[in-house]
């Protein structure tokens, strides 16, 4: 199995914007619905980063462009490596920025690539660059424990759809999976995850969980 602390600056990194083999090698349709996934889970931690800021479909639709960029990217490329990052979602961003011209659409980019900053080459980039454990394993256990207030909400919003991808997964090869949440209620006490919580509980037994 594989054990990841979540810890800023720890020495492993978990990247959420990884493309399974079975994606890889998958048709048009099968990539396209996971980029869909994979610009929610965009838009969620873009959304539980910037703080204090009131997003609009602005913001989503300049998060979803450069998702919809950097996969086309990696999927255009003839070996399966390179895998995207948010390291370089937030690259692309930044180039989006240097193209437009409108002062109104500068700062709404700029109010995105700021609040990123500290998670791609700030204290907290665990999510910025590739996998370093094998997220894969049989067993993959989440610590929670040295979490950081500021940092609780996007930390979910990325276990959760490591969780969700990973049942997709096993749903493809019928293969059956636990979720085993100790300590419940330190979850429970923040809104956001509580809610994310109850999702998992009322979807993942549907599909092999």
């Not at 493309?19 to 396209?32: F, I, L, Q, S, Y």
């Not at 094998?134 to 989440?142: A, K, Q, T």
């Not at 209620?185 to 509980?201: D, F, N, P, T």
Request: aromatic share 12%; hydrophobic share 40%.
């Amino acid at each position: 199995g594989q054990y990841f602390d979540f810890t800023p600056q720890c020495s492993i990194h978990l990247n959420g914007f990884e493309v399974p083999k079975h994606v890889w090698e998958g048709d048009a349709t099968v990539r396209n619905m996971f980029v869909a996934k994979k610009t929610e889970y965009a838009v969620a931690f873009c959304t539980a980063v910037m703080r204090n800021i009131i997003v609009t479909q602005v913001h989503m639709t300049y998060i979803g462009r450069c998702v919809r960029l950097m996969y086309d990217a990696y999927f255009a490329q003839k070996r399966y490596d390179r895998q995207p990052t948010l390291l370089k979602l937030w690259e692309l961003l930044k180039e989006q920025l240097e193209k437009e011209g409108l002062s109104e659409e500068k700062r709404m980019l700029l109010e995105i690539i700021t609040s990123l900053e500290e998670y791609t080459i700030g204290v907290y980039d665990m999510f910025a660059h590739p996998s370093n454990l094998d997220i894969y394993s049989r067993l993959v256990g989440f610590g929670l424990l040295h979490i950081p207030e500021a940092v609780w909400e996007p930390v979910m919003v990325t276990m959760m759809h490591f969780l969700a991808m990973r049942i997709d997964g096993n749903q493809e090869e019928l293969v059956a999976a636990r979720l085993v949440v100790d300590e419940a209620q330190v979850l429970c006490e923040k809104g956001s995850s509580a809610q994310q919580l109850l999702y998992a509980i009322e979807t993942y037994r549907k599909r092999g969980g």
